[in-house]
């Protein structure tokens, strides 16, 4: 199971993009709306969640998403349901990714210590101890950040990777029209 947590402000494209990738690949996603089952996004497009919050349970969980975007990163950060499951993830070894912003949330939970991240310019100072590395994805362990909107099916292929494979994750490069080396 992967939450893709969502909270209003939050960037469409940094959070819905990476869904239909991992969907495509066999992924079972769940997106969570944070504060309530519809969000509106940064620009204004209201998005229905499969869950919310409440329904949050860690029974099969693989991964853990952040879009970025503003006020969602910030929204996301005042969730305690967010932060334990990231909290929970990290603990259990888990894959912990996040875009955008949203890696200034692990920052300030002090996770990124020491571990290779990327994130929207400007953003770097809030990694807390991180080495910013400004490349447009970044996985370190379990640990996946990446720059920006830009970069979104980038991000969600490497996500699709990591989860089912380079081979499902390159024939799924392919068939959106996306080449990738």
Known sequence: MIYVF????????????????LRRAGCEVKTVGVGSKTITGAHKIPITSDITEAEVTYDGLEMVVLPGGMPGTRNLEASQTVLSAVKYAAENGLWVAAICAAPSVLGHMGLLKGRNATCFPGFEDELAGANPTGESVCVDGKWITARGMGVALEFGLKLAEVLQGRETSQKLSESLQCPRG
Do not use: H, Q, R, Y
């Open 6 to 21: 969502l909270a209003n402000g939050c960037e469409e494209i940094e959070a819905l993009t990476p869904v239909d990738v």
